[in-house]
């Protein structure tokens, strides 16, 4: 089975811009999960999508959203970005809704200027 | 604020030796406890998971160990190699798919 993959997986942005980041989930697992890593921060939650609905939000502004399509890929959404946004942010898909196993892709490093 | 402390930041251990890395965590709705092993320029990976109903799991080298009552838990690897220099994070999770990571824990075994 293919992993978990991540589009694009280096990113250059300039504050103010707005950027989207593609994660498509392991085959038949319908959970997907976004996370923020940063060395100050370390791995933050962003939020979680099951079935197209966004189930739980981590403590993040509005700026940051995110969506899942019918087929379980899904995106996030950051506007108006700052220089503390600079992070790789991190997908993970789940097979179910509730404490299964989250297998993580390779991440989309993002880098604000 | 949920928070799950892991300890030590760094840790050498030589081959052939154990890891030992802890973790506590305060909210006692966690009820997943799962451990990832991450490589530079890679996403973190799943190495092994517990539930708080059994005190122990292993696999392979890895071994998690639980204690329910002082909510700490920590994972043991077993005749480390270099192969196993990585960072570690431990993490809880309750209500989904939402985990809560500790801080890491960078290991290093010197052959």
């Known amino acids: 089975k293919a992993g978990v993959t991540q589009t694009p997986r280096y990113l250059i942005k300039t504050r103010g811009q707005q950027v989207t980041l593609s994660c498509s989930p392991i085959?038949?697992?319908?959970?997907v999960s976004w996370y923020q890593q940063t060395p100050g921060q370390g791995l933050q939650f962003l939020f979680e999508?099951?079935?197209?609905?966004?189930?739980n939000k981590g403590n993040f502004p509005g700026r940051f959203s995110g969506r899942q399509f019918s087929n379980s890929r899904s995106e996030m959404n950051v506007s108006t970005l700052e220089l503390g946004d600079s992070a790789l942010y991190l997908c993970a898909s789940s097979l179910g809704a509730a404490g299964y196993e989250q297998y993580f892709g390779p991440g989309t490093r993002l880098t604000v200027t | 604020q949920q928070q799950v402390k892991q300890s030590p930041q760094s840790l050498i251990v030589q081959k052939g030796g154990i890891s030992i890395i802890n973790c506590a965590y305060e909210?006692?709705?966690?009820?997943?406890f799962p451990w990832y092993q991450q490589f530079p320029g890679k996403g973190p990976a799943l190495l092994i998971a517990i539930r708080p109903d059994v005190s122990e799991k292993k696999e392979g080298r890895f071994t998690i160990s639980f204690n329910k009552s002082a909510k700490q838990f920590s994972l043991h690897i077993m005749d480390s190699q270099p192969g196993d220099s990585a960072t570690y994070f431990c993490?809880?999770?309750?209500?989904?798919?939402?985990?809560?990571f500790g801080g890491g824990t960078r290991l290093m075994v010197k052959p």
């Open positions: 909210n006692t709705a966690f009820d997943y």
């Open positions: 993490a809880a999770g309750y209500a989904g798919n939402m985990l809560t």
């Open positions: 999508y099951f079935s197209e609905t966004q189930r």
């Open positions: 085959s038949g697992h319908r959970s």
